[in-house]
C-alpha cells in the first residue's frame, strides 16, 4: 500500500496561486500514474489533474491553462502548480495514485 501526503493548501484571495504538493513512500513511484481530485462541499470528487508514469498530463476543463501538474520521480513527489484560482476552486484536494491509494487531503479556499 502507498501512503500519500499532501501539503500547501491554505487560503488564497481570487486570481493569486497556490502550489500543492505530495509525497508517496513507494520504491516504484516512477512506475505509478498519480492524480489530484478534488471535492467541494456537497459535490462528488472530481478529477483535477493527471499525469501518466511517461509524464503526459489531462486536465479538467475548467482548470486547463490555470493548473499545471507536474512530478519529480526521483524525490517521489507529485506537483500541482494553481493561478488564477477562483472562489470555485475551492475544495479538499486529494493525491492519487489511480491504483486505490489516497492521501488525507488538504484544503484549499479561495476567498476574498
Known amino acids: 500500500q502507498v501512503q500519500l501526503v499532501e501539503l500547501g493548501g491554505g487560503l488564497v484571495q481570487p486570481g493569486g496561486s497556490l502550489r500543492l504538493s505530495c509525497a508517496a513512500s513507494?520504491?516504484?513511484?516512477?512506475?505509478?500514474?498519480m492524480g489530484w481530485y478534488r471535492q467541494a462541499p456537497g459535490k462528488q470528487r472530481e478529477l483535477v489533474a493527471g499525469i501518466t508514469s511517461g509524464g503526459i498530463t489531462t486536465y479538467g476543463d475548467s482548470v486547463k491553462g490555470r493548473f499545471t501538474i507536474s512530478r519529480d520521480n526521483a524525490k517521489k513527489m507529485v506537483y500541482l502548480e494553481m493561478n488564477s484560482l477562483k472562489p470555485e476552486d475551492t475544495a479538499v484536494y486529494y493525491c492519487?495514485?489511480?491504483?486505490?491509494?489516497w492521501g488525507q487531503g488538504t484544503q484549499v479556499t479561495v476567498s476574498s
Open positions: 513507494t520504491g516504484i513511484f516512477s512506475m505509478y500514474h
Open positions: 492519487n495514485d489511480f491504483a486505490g491509494d
